[in-house]
Nanobody, 126 residues
């Protein structure tokens, strides 16, 4: 079992930066690949970043590649999403999710994620 709590969202200007955190409790975090997802009003949920159990592999959606960086600290049971060069179209509710016993050295948005946080709102506006 795993519980996830996101934090760090807020209002930021276009071109600014924001760091989201995903704090986990319960199981050891190295059992799980972690993904970050987002959903804006009227749009479907989209996967934007994921990191493998070992931290050795990451994947990013084309919409955020080069601007966002996912990282993890298994000892502290925390996953981060560093967001730079933010755009208004990045405005959404962001949440993290955990994929139990996924391949050690890979991650995918297409896999079934077992645990989800409640989300944190990110608004990019002048």
């Amino acid at each position: 079992q795993l519980q996830l709590v996101e934090s760090g969202g807020g209002l930021v200007q276009p071109g600014g930066s924001l760091r989201l955190s995903c704090a986990a409790s319960g199981d050891a975090l190295n059992y799980y690949a972690i993904g970050w997802f987002r959903q804006a009003p009227g749009k479907e949920r989209e996967g934007i970043a994921c990191i493998s159990r070992s931290g050795g592999s990451t994947n990013y959606a084309d919409s955020v590649k080069g601007r966002f960086t996912i990282s993890r600290d298994n000892a502290r049971k925390t996953v981060f999403l560093q967001m730079n060069s933010l755009k208004p179209e990045d405005t959404a509710n962001y949440y993290c999710a955990a994929d139990y016993l996924s391949p050690t050295m890979s991650c995918s948005f297409r896999r079934r994620y077992d645990y989800w946080g409640q989300g944190t709102q990110v608004t990019v506006s002048s």
